[in-house]
């Protein structure tokens, strides 16, 4: 059983995730339905390991049971725990799960890729002042920088095209080769720690 942990104001925990490795706990029966719609057995298993992964984290900061909601966009949220604010992205065989108190949080994770169209996406979907064009690894470090804003506000590509309003935090992430990844908060002030799902368990 993995020790539970405190988080402190201002402080953001960030969980890396492997995807085709390692313990994590039985799914859920709705977790069970939902991978068994995916398309391939690689995305099954890895859509499982990935919530069960998710539920062993935030258990690591609350007693309360995770009982999950969602917000009107879509963002996700515990019940019994509002003040563990948390988000969660995932891209080929990797996840990210990071964790707040009582600060909304938005993280976002891509696999590097060649993308022919991309300046026209950053055209269509980055802020004004974050639209010039640069090549597929400088794109994806530019999405998930607005994508994890977005993520925070709880807004997802609803918000995509303006600039984001108040003060944000931005921090880009080490995700592994291969890979773009960032943070964000409202606010300034925030340290980031970072740990390895099936690494620090004590």
């Known amino acids: 059983m993995m020790s539970s942990l405190t988080l402190k104001p201002h402080e953001i925990h960030v969980w890396r995730i492997c995807l085709d490795h390692g313990a994590v706990p039985p799914p859920t029966a709705g977790e069970s339905a939902r991978a068994a719609r995916l398309a391939s057995p690689v995305c099954q298993s890895r859509y499982l390991r990935a919530h069960g992964a998710l539920r062993a984290i935030l258990g690591r900061y609350t007693s309360a049971r995770l009982d999950f909601a969602v917000h009107e966009k879509g963002k996700p949220y515990l019940c019994h725990a509002p003040e563990i604010q948390f988000n969660f992205a995932h891209s080929s065989d990797t996840a990210l799960v990071a964790v707040a108190l009582n600060t909304p949080v938005g993280v976002d994770l891509e696999h590097i890729r060649p993308i022919a169209e991309h300046a026209a996406i950053a ?59 960032a943070v964000a908060v409202p606010g300034n002030g925030f340290s980031v720690v970072v740990y390895d799902y099936g690494e620090n368990t004590e």
């Open 123 to 181: 055209e269509r979907y980055f802020p004004p002042g974050d639209r010039q064009a640069g090549d597929e690894e400088d794109f994806f470090r530019r999405w998930t920088r607005f994508e994890a804003v977005l993520k925070a506000q709880g807004v997802g590509l609803y918000g995509a095209g303006a600039e984001p309003e108040g003060d944000w935090s931005v921090y880009e992430l080490d995700a592994g080769p291969g890979f773009a990844a």
